[in-house]
């Protein structure tokens, strides 16, 4: 079975600031998905940027990038120029590349605070 | 279009008494799957159904029922509720096999969550 891990429980920065979220996973397929999640005070799980692991590149989205080491099994989120509305709880998921029936896989979550 | 639509939002109950949470998708999803949230947890997959009439347990599903009479709904049943099954619930679909294909588009959408209190 596949497992997450968050160390942050909770971090808080400066608006304008950047800041890195960690994730490492344990796996023993070579392919699969690995996905960032954002959960605001409003509750929705909103997919903030995904990652497949044959690939190379880091994903980007916009100001979210992350900083895939597939041999150190890490998957870090960095956030630029971070704002208010990114206040959220983040979460790191973890899905099998074969159908992934089995669903994503959690990690604990990391409560990130911008502060003004 | 609605999306993942859950209700209710909040419900509370009492230890013993049973409830249907819902969850309709307007997306012609195949895929659907049930989470529990937990304060600490992170999310965890309960039951999860890939088509009609077809459906299997997650990493949680004691407690729980699940049928999928139709594509567009997907119902988690608590029969005898507990105290441990305070929590929020969150219903999640998408077009097929989560993560079939190298397109992004089978990436899962989630409802809005239901928050269960079982006194």
């Known amino acids: 079975a596949q497992t997450v891990t968050q160390s942050q429980p909770e971090m808080s920065v400066q608006e304008a600031e950047t800041v890195t979220l960690s994730c490492t996973y344990d796996?023993?397929?070579?392919?699969?998905?690995l996905f960032w999640y954002k959960q605001p005070p409003s509750r929705q799980m909103i997919l903030v940027i995904r990652q497949e692991a044959y690939k190379q590149q880091n994903a980007t989205e916009n100001r979210f990038s992350v900083n895939f080491q597939k041999a150190a099994k890490s998957f870090s989120l960095k956030i630029s120029d971070s704002q208010l509305g990114d206040t959220a709880m983040y979460f790191c998921a973890f899905m099998d590349w074969g159908g992934g029936a089995d669903g994503l896989t959690f990690g604990k979550g990391t409560h990130l605070i911008i502060q003004p | 279009n609605a999306g993942v639509t859950q209700t209710p939002k909040f419900q509370v109950l009492k230890t013993g008494q049973s409830m249907t949470l819902q969850c309709a998708q307007d997306?012609?999803?195949?895929?659907m799957s049930w989470y529990r949230q937990d304060p600490g947890m992170g999310l965890r997959l309960i039951h999860y159904?890939?088509?009609?009439?077809?459906?299997d347990q997650g990493e949680v599903p004691n407690g729980y029922n699940v049928s999928r009479s139709t594509t567009e709904d997907f119902p988690l049943r608590l029969l005898s509720a507990a105290p441990s099954q305070t929590s929020v619930y969150f219903c999640?679909?998408?077009?097929?096999?989560?993560?079939?294909?190298?397109?992004?588009?089978?990436?899962?959408?989630f409802g809005a969550g239901s928050r269960l209190t079982v006194l």
């Open positions: 159904s890939v088509g009609a009439g077809i459906t």
């Open positions: 796996t023993s397929e070579n392919n699969y998905y």
């Open positions: 997306m012609n999803h195949e895929y």
């Open positions: 999640a679909s998408s077009y097929s096999m989560p993560g079939q294909g190298s397109s992004g588009a089978n990436v899962l959408t």
